[in-house]
Structure formats: C-alpha cells, structure tokens
C-alpha cells in the first residue's frame, strides 16, 4: 500500500495510532539510536554511536534521520514513501545533479525501529550503508528536535 508522507508521519509518529490493525505504530518521543557506518570492504572499521532523538510529527522531508556524520543528505527528502506490515522503506533524492542519494528500510515495531540506509554519496560513486538501532526511552524534554 503506498501512503503519503504526511499521512504516514501522522499516523506512524502518534502514540495509538494505526495505519491497519497488523502494523505497529512507532509513537513520538525521545530515542536512543545507535548507529554504525559501514563501508565495503573494510572490515573492524565501524564504530557503533549512541545519540538520543527527539522524534516528532513535524520533522522535517525525510521521516527517521541519517545520523551519520557529515551528512549530504540535509537539504534532501524522501520520495517513493511504502509503510506494509511494519516495514518502512524509501529513497532520499537531493538537489541537484550528481548529488548524493539513499534508499533507507526500517522495520518498526513498537517503541523500536531497525534500518539500514544504504548511500550512494554523488558523483564519487562512493557507496557506504549506515546501520541503526532504536529503542524509545520516554517522552522528548525540551530539547532540539531532528
């Protein structure tokens, strides 16, 4: 089934709310992702990071972040948005030719979402993925929100 992204932001971001009664919502609020960059063929390299998000409805065009540092990917957004059975995928698209892009899959359960985004970093056909891990410590304090 493909939805629209605020759709899916509205409904997948809201604590309760469901999209069909087989898919679990991934409610608001601050979480701990741990993150990995990885890059082919280079094993021991990856590092895993801890950051804590504020996950909120109105973040901005692109639905969980790129945590990675030195992203390309913040004046880009998501196209191509499928939310089926838990699972979330879609591509992120920049600006400009050449640019840098992303195909990004989670899988969401409740309070928890495991993904992987695999990044094509522009015309250096450089290819990397990041892995996350992310479980919901509580409601957001006030703090930035990505």
Not at 5 to 24: C, F, K
Not at 45 to 74: E, M, Y
Not at 75 to 90: I, K, M, P, W
Request: hydrophobic letters at 40%; a negative charge.
């Amino acid at each position: 089934m493909r939805i629209s992204p605020a759709l899916l932001l509205m409904t997948a971001m809201v604590p309760g709310a469901t999209i069909q009664a087989d898919e679990a919502p991934l409610p608001g609020g601050l979480y701990e992702i741990t993150s990995r960059l990885e890059l082919p063929h280079v094993e021991r390299w990856a590092i895993d990071k801890k950051t804590q998000v504020c996950l909120a409805p109105a973040r901005g065009p692109i639905p969980l972040p790129v945590l990675s540092d030195n992203s390309p990917f913040l004046n880009c957004a998501a196209t191509a948005l499928v939310f089926e059975s838990g699972r979330l995928e879609y591509d992120i698209a920049c600006p400009g030719r050449g640019d840098a892009r992303a195909h990004a899959a989670y899988d969401i359960t409740e309070g928890r979402f495991t993904g992987r985004i695999d990044m094509v970093l522009g015309a250096k056909n450089m290819t990397m993925t990041e892995v996350q891990q992310a479980v919901r410590m509580g409601d957001c304090a006030t703090t930035v929100q990505r």
